[in-house]
């Protein structure tokens, strides 16, 4: 009796994936829920398990091909003796998975401008075929959202279709004879096409601005070292910097909501809870697991899921749910001795945090200098909702808060 491998649920939003690696060969035995393919989406990378025991029988979707919710990966056959591979795959095979990734998902989040909300999938496949573009068509879905019904009804009424306008590609100066040899041209993951793909959107799209400042790092480092063996005796987790900052961003988000909200067409969404993207650097790109509600939560709560989700993101075992919904991020790029830079927004957000390098550096204070632990601070922001007088007092208040943490404890 054969078993089909299937792709599973994906979470919201998320339609297809790309076959990132097949752990088996056919003909090899497989045990119950032991890994068999990697799939790679446009947030995270999800193992499929073996629904069965027995033998890997057929592969249908080979690595790198593009597959959607519910479509076949490969076939399990019972028992556990060898089979021959399975005969190499006609085209129909090839192509059902295709049909499977054509499934309409749940819309994007909305831009600033053109539609209130990008059009369905199965409508932008047409518009594209057509050569319509979205704002041509009247959209009758949530929000304006065309859907491919609007656009069969606009081409019935006879829309003139422009010529698809491809985008716009610098040619690659070819390489010289002798270099040639000695490069190796590699497919971006999709995780890095998403990465790639959305800080330009974000570029793009919002108007964005950065503003800097600086904090005396001295009273969280004395308060850190005084209490870290504690801290971690009691708590089962070491106490590191995120967790001050993270506690300092809830309070100034509180106080300048702006910077914790986001557009929505001509609407702007205020957010009454906090959750905080905490960028991780993995092998494979930057992810940006959340801290859901870390306004509700206390300093030792908050490094422990900061741990939970840093060594889930090394692993490759985040889920979707653990990326989706942040409200607010910060980004930590002194831990690879990074001592300024300008984040970009990771959209829709409208604030993300620079974190640097601590350095010990000359300041003046009374009007003596002394040598202080500091660390610039950067804030980005989308200056369409968040005015310069916002930023920088959220970007004091961060620094106010960390320079004096017994604010974090009195609620100031």
Not at 209 to 229: G, H, P, W
Not at 242 to 253: E, P, Y
Not at 368 to 379: D, E, F, N, S, T
Request: hydrophobic share 40%; with cysteine; net charge negative.
């Amino acid at each position: 009796m054969a078993t089909e491998i299937r792709v599973p649920t994906l979470g919201e939003s998320v339609s297809e994936a790309t076959i990132g690696k097949w752990f088996k060969k056919v003909g090899e035995a497989i045990a119950v829920d032991e890994p068999l393919v990697e799939l790679e989406t446009d947030k995270v990378t999800v193992e499929v398990p073996a629904p069965s025991a027995g033998v890997l029988s057929e592969i249908t979707a080979k690595e790198g091909d593009t597959v959607g919710v519910d479509a076949l990966l490969g076939m399990i056959e019972a028992g556990g003796a060898a089979v021959a591979p399975a005969k190499k795959e006609e085209p129909k095979a090839a192509e059902a998975p295709k049909a499977e990734a054509a499934k309409p998902a749940a819309a994007p989040a909305a831009s600033a401008s053109g539609p209130a909300m990008a059009p369905a999938p199965s409508a932008a496949k047409l518009l594209s075929e057509s050569g319509v573009s979205a704002d041509q068509v009247e959209g009758s879905g949530k929000r304006g959202q065309v859907l491919k019904g609007d656009v069969l009804e606009a081409l019935a009424k006879g829309i003139p279709a422009a010529q698809p306008a491809e985008a716009p590609k610098a040619a690659r100066v070819p390489s010289a004879a002798g270099d040639e040899s000695r490069e190796e041209r590699v497919k971006m993951t999709r995780l890095r096409q998403t990465i790639a793909r959305r800080l330009k959107d974000a570029q793009a799209t919002a108007a964005m601005l950065t503003t800097f400042n600086e904090v005396d790092m001295s009273a969280v480092m004395e308060l850190r070292n005084r209490y870290k063996e504690l801290f971690e005796k009691k708590h089962g987790v070491k106490l590191g910097f995120m967790g001050f900052f993270t506690k300092a961003v809830t309070h100034a988000l509180k106080e300048i909501p702006a910077v914790n909200a986001e557009i929505d067409g001509t609407d702007i969404i205020y957010k009454n809870y906090c959750h905080i993207g905490v960028a991780v650097g993995t092998e494979k790109g930057l992810v940006v697991p959340v801290v859901r509600n870390a306004d509700e939560m206390s300093i030792a709560e908050i490094e422990k899921e900061i741990g939970r989700l840093g060594k889930a993101a090394r692993d490759g075992q985040l889920s979707v749910s653990d990326m989706q919904g942040g409200t607010f991020t910060i980004s930590n790029g002194g831990v690879y001795g990074s001592l300024m830079s300008t984040p970009i927004l990771n959209a829709p957000q409208s604030g993300i945090l620079g974190m640097h390098k601590i350095q010990e550096r000359p300041v003046a204070i009374g009007g003596q200098v002394v040598i202080r632990p500091m660390m610039y601070l950067a804030l980005s922001y989308d200056h369409r909702i968040v005015d310069g007088k916002e930023a920088v007092t959220f970007l004091v208040r961060v620094k106010d808060t960390l320079e004096d943490p017994e604010r974090l404890v009195l609620d100031l």
